[in-house]
Structure formats: structure tokens, C-alpha cells
């Protein structure tokens, strides 16, 4: 017994359906069997393309743990130790000061 098709309704634009029409001419084969078959080739690809976003990011987080294990051994061992929420707050606060002095410097 043969694969359970759903049936789906879409709108194309005209040159898109006399494109298809051509090929399914030039083929001959239903317009359906060239829409699945289009369909199927661009969910392939966006698979690919998925996965190798995903590889791709993967790799930069082996890249980060190998820098962050080289630091850890320059050190001695000892882990980087940074308060993230200090630094931020110092980072803005020191924006604000140049900000303000700026803004005193043109009054």
C-alpha cells in the first residue's frame, strides 16, 4: 500500500503556475508530483542547513571551553573568577559618567 497523502491547497502566483505547468509538461508529470517533489528538496536543505548551523556552533563552544581550559592552566589551575553582574554595573556606570561629562562639556 502506497504513502497516505494529505491533501494541501495553496495559492501561486500565475507565473508560478504556468511555470509549473511547463514542467510538468516537459516532464511528463502531474503538477502535484512536481510540487512534492520541490517541497521535499527544500526541506532537505533547510535540514542541511539547520545541522550545519548547529555544527558550526558547536564547534565555537569547543573552541570556547579550549580557550577557557588554557586560561584556567595559565593560571595555575585556578578558575577565572569575575563577578559578570559588577562588571556590568561598573561598565554602565562608567558610560554614564562620559555621557554626563560630555553633555556638561557642551553646556
Given at each position: 500500500?502506497?504513502?497516505?497523502?494529505?491533501?494541501?491547497?495553496l495559492?501561486?502566483?500565475?507565473?508560478?503556475?504556468?511555470?509549473?505547468?511547463?514542467?510538468?509538461?516537459?516532464?511528463?508529470r502531474?503538477?502535484?508530483?512536481?510540487?512534492?517533489e520541490?517541497?521535499?528538496?527544500?526541506?532537505?536543505?533547510?535540514?542541511e542547513?539547520?545541522?550545519?548551523?548547529?555544527?558550526?556552533?558547536?564547534?565555537?563552544?569547543?573552541?570556547?571551553?579550549r580557550?577557557?581550559?588554557?586560561?584556567?592552566?595559565?593560571r595555575?589551575?585556578r578558575?577565572?573568577d569575575?563577578?559578570?553582574?559588577?562588571?556590568?554595573?561598573q561598565?554602565?556606570?562608567?558610560?554614564?559618567?562620559?555621557?554626563?561629562?560630555?553633555?556638561?562639556?557642551?553646556?
Amino acid at each position: 500500500m502506497g504513502k497516505r497523502m494529505q491533501r494541501t491547497q495553496l495559492l501561486l502566483e500565475p507565473e508560478q503556475h504556468h511555470a509549473l505547468v511547463e514542467i510538468a509538461r516537459k516532464e511528463g508529470r502531474s503538477i502535484s508530483d512536481i510540487v512534492r517533489e520541490m517541497v521535499q528538496r527544500q526541506i532537505e536543505q533547510r535540514r542541511e542547513t539547520a545541522r550545519a548551523d548547529l555544527e558550526r556552533r558547536l564547534e565555537a563552544l569547543q573552541c570556547i571551553r579550549r580557550h577557557r581550559d588554557e586560561a584556567v592552566e595559565r593560571r595555575g589551575g585556578r578558575p577565572v573568577d569575575l563577578d559578570v553582574a559588577a562588571l556590568i554595573r561598573q561598565a554602565r556606570e562608567e558610560r554614564d559618567e562620559r555621557a554626563l561629562n560630555a553633555f556638561d562639556d557642551r553646556c
